[in-house]
């Protein structure tokens, strides 16, 4: 069955027909075209595929596209400005070395984001409490960790 | 993944007929952290989802010393609830385990204990909190205690049609803690060898020596003084997440405690007796015999953290992490 959703892409408003079986995440990659967020084990576990739904962190290989009508989605693609600078989080991750073979980064970033966005001064156990859904293969989580409190301004 | 449609109904009554309209071919989904991976694992194969995230209403956590909890409460709400973590803790440390961030910003109360598996992380908390469940379907509502709700791994008391409406944790007694602890292989994202929940409650809020509960004196040297104290257990509630088929409470070892002055010995026969008494099995995420051994200490550092909530309730309100 196919139904028309609309909702908020990353300050745009848009409108789509989907069928009602897909998961957000293959609205974004398939029918948008929008590669910036990646998908890792497909059962949310993994987090590689994590967008922000109304500025909280989700799953998008889980969710349903359905439940996103009406509501506000932030992928990677919508954390650079107008001029396509970098977000300081993207930046802070350039700087320490976070980004190795970069499949996580997409999710990280926005784990990363959502987490300053509450709680602009996080400790160390409070910002590896927040990336705990995200898992990283190469860098170990150190530099990940220090680019996080960095961009936080600590 | 298999096709299905998916409907948003916007009232309850709306979902009950819809539910009981399609009966066996629909199955309802709240936050979909189970649903979508276990038709993704093809364990389920629906043909119509009924989403209950269109009915306004259903993520509120009221409180007057009771507290009723809404079905649609994800975890991060719990986790975050200033009330629950200080009233029942043992719910918000259960809250703050699950899954990751992007897992409980979406995963509901409800949910939780519908999947029902055995290592289900709220169903042990909600068990020494007394919960009951309010269940509807189109013609009538019921409530059972969640003792009463979990059957089997995966199983329920839910028939055909039937939703969770709401759930009800009752007043609990004066100086009163409790606490969750997940064993688990790694600190995120895992399913726990082990969830143990325990509930205490004491006749008084004061203690000589609480002093020394934040420190790293080993549990029996803390436990020794208390007996100075003379602490009488007035309600105790123990309960075992993967030690059964179904998340279940150890009576035997509550009967130990109840009406007793509490002591170190007696808090090592208690659990010792919850051990006797669970039923865990060898499975991949580790053996009977070790989690049978952690039950031993887990029960007791879980029973010492109610008692720190009673008397420092300020000092403790997230669980332990060794990170």
Excluded at chain 1, 31 to 59: F, H, I, P, Q, S
Excluded at chain 1, 82 to 110: R, T
Excluded at chain 2, 157 to 176: A, F, R
Excluded at chain 2, 281 to 308: H, N, Q
Aim: proline share 4%; net charge neutral.
């Amino acid at each position: 069955m196919k139904q028309i959703i609309k909702f908020s892409l990353n300050g745009e408003s848009i409108e789509v027909e989907i069928e009602s079986h897909l998961t957000l995440l293959q609205l974004l990659r398939d029918k948008l075209e929008l590669k910036g967020t990646k998908e890792g084990c497909g059962m949310g576990e993994c987090g590689a595929c994590t967008v922000l739904l109304d500025g909280k962190t989700v799953n998008s290989c889980i969710l349903p596209a359905m439940e996103v009508h009406g509501r506000t989605v932030t992928t990677i693609e919508g954390l650079t400005d107008a001029q396509g600078n970098l977000h300081p989080i993207q930046k802070a991750f350039v700087e320490y070395g976070a980004v190795q073979c970069g499949f996580c980064s997409p999710g990280m970033v926005l784990s990363a984001k959502a987490l300053l966005d509450e709680n602009p001064k996080p400790t160390e156990e409070e910002i590896r409490h927040g990336i705990a859904g995200n898992l990283c293969r190469c860098t170990g989580y150190l530099q990940i960790v220090q680019a996080i409190k960095a961009a936080s301004g600590q | 993944m298999k096709k299905f449609d998916y409907l948003k109904p916007k009232t309850l009554e709306e979902a009950l007929i819809l539910f009981s309209k399609y009966g066996e071919k629909a199955k309802l989904i709240a936050g979909g952290t189970d649903v979508i991976v276990m038709i993704k694992q093809k364990t389920m194969a629906p043909d119509i989802l009924i989403s209950l995230q269109g009915i306004s209403g259903l993520d509120q956590i009221k409180f007057n010393g009771s507290l009723s909890i809404g079905p649609m409460v994800t975890h991060r709400a719990i986790e975050r609830s200033e009330i629950i973590r200080k009233n029942f803790s043992a719910l918000a440390d259960a809250a703050d385990y699950l899954g990751s961030v992007q897992i409980r910003n979406v995963a509901t109360i409800a949910g939780n204990i519908c999947t029902a598996a055995p290592s289900a992380d709220t169903a042990t908390p909600l068990l020494v909190l007394g919960a009951r469940v309010k269940i509807k379907n189109l013609k009538k509502e019921r409530t059972v205690s969640i003792e009463e709700f979990f059957k089997g791994p995966g199983e329920t008391v839910l028939e055909p049609g039937e939703i969770v409406q709401e759930l009800l944790i009752p007043k609990l007694l004066p100086n009163t803690g409790s606490a969750y602890y997940k064993l688990q292989r790694r600190l995120a994202l895992d399913l726990p060898l082990l969830g143990v929940s325990v509930l205490l409650s004491l006749d008084k809020d004061k203690i000589a020596c609480s002093d020394m509960l934040c420190t790293a004196s080993p549990i029996s040297t803390i436990l020794h003084k208390m007996e100075e104290d003379n602490i009488v257990c007035k309600e105790v509630r123990i309960a075992l997440g993967v030690a059964a088929p179904t998340p279940w409470r150890a009576v035997k070892a509550e009967a130990l405690l109840r009406g007793k002055e509490l002591s170190d010995e007696l808090l090592e026969e208690a659990a010792e007796a919850a051990a006797t008494e669970a039923q865990p099995r060898d499975t991949i995420r580790g053996e009977a015999w070790y989690r049978r051994d952690m039950i031993k200490v887990m029960v007791k550092r879980m029973a010492m953290k109610s008692i720190e909530r009673v008397v420092q309730p300020e000092a403790t309100v997230f669980p332990e992490r060794l990170w």
